[in-house]
């Protein structure tokens, strides 16, 4: 009986150092920022199939109107609410080309679609407040990434974006050990599947994963877009010691230096 | 100079032809009934999506507690929201079980999870709030999907529901092409692909394809599947005449006559 009193001690007392772990694992706000990357990745998406779906919709009252924006959707649901026809206006305000603005106001008074009948058109005004009201979500989002990424990694997010150092954070899986990740790895964080394609069938081995999002790639000739990946990799892969290690903004540095040898690599072309 | 009058008369005429004619065909409102079922399944994913992120991330705070619905995350986060911490009455109002209602409380007050920082509730507030949103979006299209369906295809509905219905008439493209369809063609709406496959490469042939989400034939047994399908895609596609052509309201003869064959089916087994 006195041995299982002290089993039960013992493992009572596990349990709460185990407990304790936990709560320090999960101290630091990277967690978050994780959930928080991800759930921006998915609301995005969302939005992007939502306003696909309500322009096609609109596309029955108005079928020869093309929308490229929420502000030109907004413009002509309003003209759904209040019942007193749009002016021409209103359109300027919406379409900076003058000319196109008169034509697409005669198309909307000459317009060829369906009438809308009460009920459809609470639904379609309801699904397109959710939709703003996405719009809004993904602004939120878009300031605490903001905020907490230059937080917790301010050199990653100087020398890329809030995003890009979001998302190379949650392809890691912690803030430690992207830190320790040598730059090559870096580089290629996201470009899993066409790395182990690489390897396995012999494909073509990838040049980037997520740093494609960077402008400075992205814009770049393709011959040099293998040269820039690295370069940036391996600042980055300096910045995140200071992020994580050392604790100091060497970031400003770094991006001359990266200024520097992508003029250098441009020149060479 | 009076032939180019003329074909500019001419071409007016056809124009003013067309616009009238793609106002008709647009007249209906079964269009409206195809976007919004299209629109109800995509948030419906996004919603599901939504959720499962909510939870991931409520489990940085409660990594011991899972959440299975709306309202136990509601009931967390108005924890989070009003400082005070929640009572035992509270839980139990959401589980029914007495005995797990306590042993969440216990976990509850005993949580080995991280504590929220200002920004980072602001922002989970935010990201619950919209995904009520999306749920209540989902009722309204859910009102409007019955409403319409119910006044389209009445048969079709009573038949099956209002969301099969619409679905197959979405993928019919028209009322008017579902309606000529023959019952086996109702029957796979929905299975092209593995049809396809069937066709090309000899795999089994698909039994069913939006009718699967009849209750009658997700709870029957496997070796009957096919033969239920079969009878009610032949009820429905009679059903549909009398939504489309004949205007009549035949479908309680032919639930009838439904039920009667399922009895027989059954008792061959």
């Known amino acids: 009986m006195k041995n299982f009193d002290r089993y039960k001690k013992i493992r009572s007392l596990a349990l709460k150092k185990t407990k304790e772990k936990i709560k320090i694992s999960y101290a630091n706000e990277e967690f978050v920022l994780m959930q928080a990357i991800n759930a921006y990745n998915e609301i995005s998406k969302s939005y992007n199939l939502f306003f696909e779906r309500i322009s096609e919709w609109f596309g029955l009252y108005f079928p020869d109107i093309e929308l490229s924006s929420i502000n030109q959707l907004n413009l002509f649901f309003e003209g759904f609410e209040n019942k007193e026809k749009l002016e021409i206006d209103d359109f300027y305000k919406i379409y900076e080309d003058k000319s196109k603005a008169t034509l697409i106001y005669q198309k909307y008074l000459n317009s060829s679609g369906r009438e809308l009948n009460e009920s459809e058109k609470k639904l379609i005004m309801m699904f ?100 820039i990946a690295r370069l940036y990799a391996a600042k980055i892969s300096i910045g995140l010691r200071g992020d994580v290690i050392s604790k100091r903004f060497i970031a400003e540095e770094l991006k001359n230096s990266i200024e520097k040898t992508m003029q250098k690599i441009k020149n060479k072309q």
């Open 128 to 227: 397109l407040k959710y939709i703003k009201n996405s719009n809004e979500t993904l602004k939120n989002f878009d300031e605490y990434l903001k905020k907490t990424s230059n937080k917790l990694m301010p050199n990653t997010t100087y020398l890329t974006d809030e995003k890009i150092a979001a998302e190379l954070l949650n392809k890691a899986g912690s803030l430690e050990k992207l830190s320790i990740m040598p730059a090559s790895t870096i580089q290629l964080l996201g470009a899993e599947k066409a790395l182990f394609k690489h390897i396995k069938f012999g494909s073509k081995p990838p040049k980037y994963g997520i740093l494609f999002k960077l402008p400075a790639l992205t814009n770049a000739k393709r011959t040099i877009r293998g040269k």
